[in-house]
Structure formats: C-alpha cells, structure tokens
C-alpha cells in the first residue's frame, strides 16, 4: 500500500513536507549547509 504525501500527513505516517534544507533552517536554525555528497571526477577527453 502506499499513500500520497497529504493522505501520509494525515494518517500520522509523516509530519510534514520539507527537505534537509527546510529542517536545517527553520528547525534547527542553521542557516550554513554542508554538501558531502561524493561526485565521480569526469574523465578526460584527451589520452595524452
């Protein structure tokens, strides 16, 4: 079964909408996030 995100709201299955940047502001008051996400280098287009 799944549910859409306002019926999840309202069966108590979640407690609102937002991202990590909205629970980093306005809940926790840091205004400063840190992206430690790990990002595969490109490779070159020349061999040489």
């Known amino acids: 079964m799944f549910w859409t995100s ?3 709201v ?3 299955l ?3 909408f937002g ?3 909205y629970v980093a ?3 926790i008051k ?3 996030i840190v992206d430690y996400t790990h990002r595969r280098k490109k490779a ?3 061999v040489w």
């Open 6 to 8: 306002a019926k999840s």
């Open 10 to 12: 309202d069966l108590g």
């Open 14 to 16: 979640a407690d609102g």
């Open 19 to 21: 991202d990590a940047n």
């Open 25 to 27: 502001r306005a809940v």
């Open 30 to 32: 840091q205004p400063d």
């Open 44 to 46: 070159s287009a020349s």
